[in-house]
């Protein structure tokens, strides 16, 4: 299996930027994506964004297109978020995911492995 650990949460003003990470380690499995979910309170869990790992390709929610970059380092099995023109919105919180094989869509029950979340506050 895998463990994630998230990092770089916190509060930010609207229009701000903040930037987080995910770490998977201790993998016994293989990597085929990693990405990210969020979910804010009383709503659904839902895509941000992936990157599937053999390739290095991206996928991007609609919401979050031209404002968000999902990045990685290879070697450490280590992926980012780096989320800009932040707005009240997007607060919610994040969460990092893993999956060992491809699935039709990005969702969340396409995931083996997630992490425990850090949360993103976003004010006006």
């Known amino acids: 299996q895998v463990q994630l650990v998230e990092s770089g949460g916190g509060l930010v003003q609207a229009g701000g930027s903040l930037k987080l990470s995910c770490a998977a380690s201790r993998r016994t499995v293989s990597l085929y994506a990693m990405a990210w979910f969020r979910q804010a309170p009383g709503k659904e869990r839902e895509f941000v964004t992936a990157?599937?790992?053999?390739?290095?390709?991206?996928y991007y929610a609609d919401s979050v297109k031209g404002r968000f970059t999902i990045s990685r380092v290879y070697a450490n099995d280590t992926v980012f978020l780096q989320m800009n023109s932040l707005k009240p919105e997007d607060t919610a919180v994040y969460y990092c995911a893993f999956a060992s094989r491809g699935s039709k869509k990005w969702a969340a029950d396409g995931m083996d492995f997630w992490g425990r979340g850090t949360l993103v506050t976003v004010s006006s």
């Open positions: 990157l599937t790992w053999a390739n290095g390709r991206t």
